[in-house]
């Protein structure tokens, strides 16, 4: 889990603007298609229904407000037609139709919390709600929260069936090779410069008294929960868990997500309205309620409390670490046995402290898209060369030092099926996924009620929208 800029852009696009799938084939502009008509907005009246997707309406300041808000993004508009953002909003609303269909349901307190997190961030960066309201035209604050609460509820229903229709597509190593030969090789994809790192992280011990205070004030709030009090409300409060704090603490997780065993463990173990014992993970210590089980999802809410770190403990950490890295340049040690050995990183421990990519599951970092603090780090190291001492101050897990090494620089290159093998299944695995995205999208649109309005019949889409 800027006054304007784009981060809130992305927000009020993410609120106006339906959610785009990956084959937006409306605003593709490197694919030859016929070139679609392009419809006078001034013909349109304002606030007209033009098109209609089983029970959802689209009207002509829709499109409007994309625009706007591509726009605010910084995004060129002016080689999108209003055909082709109208395309791209069929689509959305064909999602959602889809989802309700297939019974997909959306909570509307998790709706809700989604709502007043916008509003509360909104009203942060523009001022005041008056302002919000003038942002996007509305007269009272009743209308603009009816909206933006149709507007969330859409957009989640169109993000899970995306994702019920994606999940189950797979990608076997024939097919990644089939499809890397079927690349012609003068279209062969570049590859940016990369790099591998490596580090070791030594984290400040707590103290036993530090971690019962801790306990016994979870136990506390567990005890006022049971009293009556919001589990909620105190999740807000005082969980240190900045991405789930503002929600209340609520997640909904099932078995394969990612979050660590323990937390697993004990979610899966609960009843509803269950609250558990304060228990201990990498990140501190936590407290869960679980709300509501529906089949193998748990939705809960959890308080993180993160011990606090003393001076001394911090003293003794940085002088361990530089003993470390002073024991690795005079030659005692390598990196990678330091990092087996001394490494407080669990992750990384077993592999010699070598870092994996979040984004990709590989050991290679493309410099220009690498976390912009690593990038800064590492992006003028030279290899074997070793970081000063880091003092990271991590949101998730406290304050640690780290050392980081560079173990492999790889210059810009052509794609090479052995070298770039992840990269290869990932491009094949996405081109699947349009395909059966392309085929759900054609036989939904089949059996779907769908109208389009006055002169933007005379559209030329991708779709067969207009039967």
Known sequence: MKFMNSRLSIVFAAIFCTTIATNAQEIIKDVEKPVAKTISPKKQKVDGIIATVGDYTILDSDIDKTYLELSSQGKSIKDITRCQMLGTLLEG??????????????????????????????????????????????????????ELFEIIKTNKLTAEMQRKIIDAVEITPEETRNF????????????????????????????????????????????????????????????????????????????????????????????EGEISEPFETEYGFH???????????????HILMMPKVS????????????????????????????????????????????????????????????????????????????TPVILDDDPRTGKKYKIITVTNRIEEHTADYSKDYIKIKDLALQEKQIKEIAKWTDEKIKETYIKINGEYRDCTFM???IK
């Open 93 to 146: 609303k064909l999602y959602a139709h889809q989802a309700i269909q297939d019974s997909i349901v959306i909570r509307d307190e998790e709706v809700k919390e989604k709502q007043a997190e916008q509003i509360a961030y909104m009203v942060e960066q523009l001022g005041s709600m008056e302002k919000v309201l003038q942002y996007f035209k509305k007269d009272t604050e009743d209308e603009f929260r009816t």
């Open 311 to 386: 001076e001394q403990s911090l003293k003794e950490a940085k002088e361990k670490i530089n003993l470390i890295k002073k024991r690795i340049e005079d030659g005692e040690i390598t990196f990678a046995e330091a990092a087996r050995t001394m490494s407080d990183e669990k992750e990384t421990r077993a592999n010699g402290g070598i870092l994996i990519n979040p984004k990709t599951q590989d050991t290679k970092f493309e410099l220009t898209k690498m976390d912009p603090s690593l990038y800064s780090e590492v992006s003028n190291l030279k290899s074997g060369a070793i």
């Open 180 to 271: 890397f030969k079927s690349i012609p090789q003068n279209d062969l994809p570049l590859f940016g410069a990369e790099m591998e790192v490596a580090q070791i992280v030594v984290t400040p011990k707590i103290s036993d008294e530090e971690k019962q205070r801790v306990i016994a004030r979870l136990k506390e709030l567990k005890a006022e929960v049971l009293a009556g009090s919001s589990f909620k409300t105190r999740a807000v409060i005082y969980s240190d868990d900045r991405g789930s704090a503002a929600s209340g603490g609520f997640y909904k997780i099932n078995r394969k997500t990612q979050f660590v065993k323990e937390f697993k463990d004990v979610a899966f173990s609960l009843n």
């Open 287 to 301: 407290i869960i309620m679980v709300e509501k089980i529906k089949g193998q999802e748990v939705e809960l809410r």
């Open 463 to 465: 779709n067969k929208w």
